[in-house]
């Protein structure tokens, strides 16, 4: 794939940002860095496919993205924040995202899965984030946030359990009939990136681009505790034995939350042990959860 093929497509300017449609791509995460990389994309640059043949998921695994199942996107954002901000803008990020899932399935309460994962309570995934950044000195300049949300019911392998989509959810936790417009992958672009772009200015001046130095977080009333706290609300197994995997043991831990690092803060059973284990070290295993 060349770069010159994003002049074939209509950029379409959508909230602000501007959306380069493909119909199949090898992953619209490697396409966007590539442009990044070229100085060909600028903030708010969104690549999209209805397909992706190679599409990545956390580091060292791919990411299943049936063509015209679900949503494959990837949105290039400059947040100009410290380093040390990097957990906060990875759960503003989660926390945006879920608030559409609230908004489409109501009736699920939608949850975080610690770090990057939108599961139902009981822990049965219907999206994840891959969040690469780019930093200069201290500062995260560049984010390139690829998001995978299955919509339709044959995005997921029946051989995951663990594994969902928004139309089967609605169909499992509603009487309704009628399936809400919004399950078209439109009105679910729509309400991420008018979400996104309230999160980026939340004062709704759009003019100011998506570029954290100009709108800078610290001034625009961003706090990393409240945000932590928010998650922290909606966190996937809280108060919950939980099994981790590290390495190839596997260890059991009571969740209690997050730290400002990014860390997930757990005791042991007897409450004698307490510590924070850290991505990707630990990794939470799937698991649903029916009580
Ligand atoms: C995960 O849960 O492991 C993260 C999944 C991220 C998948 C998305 S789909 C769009 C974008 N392009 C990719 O290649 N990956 C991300």
Known sequence: MTSDFRFNHNAVPFHGFCCYRFETLGSTQDLLKEWVSQGLAKPGTVVLA?????????????????????LWMSVYFQPCIPAEWAFGWNMRLALAVCKVLDALVPSVP???????????????????MLVENQLKGSCITDSLVGIGINV???????????????????????LAEQEPNDFRKEGLLQALLAEFEFMMNPGGDS??????????????????EKIIGDVES??????????????????????????QGGGLRVRSESGELQQTLIHPHYRLAYTLNLS
């Open 152 to 174: 339709d019911e044959d995005a997921v392998n029946s051989s995951l359990p663990y594994a969902t989509s928004l139309r089967g959810e609605w169909k499992r936790s509603t």
């Open 110 to 128: 939608w949850q975080i899965k610690w770090p990057n994962d939108w599961v139902t309570y009981q822990g049965r995934k219907v999206g994840g």
């Open 234 to 259: 909606r966190l996937y197994g809280l108060g919950q034995r939980l099994p981790f995997q590290c390495g190839d043991r596997t260890e059991y831990w009571i969740t209690l939350g997050l730290d």
């Open 50 to 70: 209805e397909g992706q043949t190679s599409g990545r998921g956390r580091p060292g695994h791919i990411w299943e993205s049936l063509q015209g199942k679900g």
């Open 207 to 224: 003019s100011k681009g998506f570029n954290f130095a100009v709108n800078n977080p610290i001034t625009g009333g961003w706090n990393v």
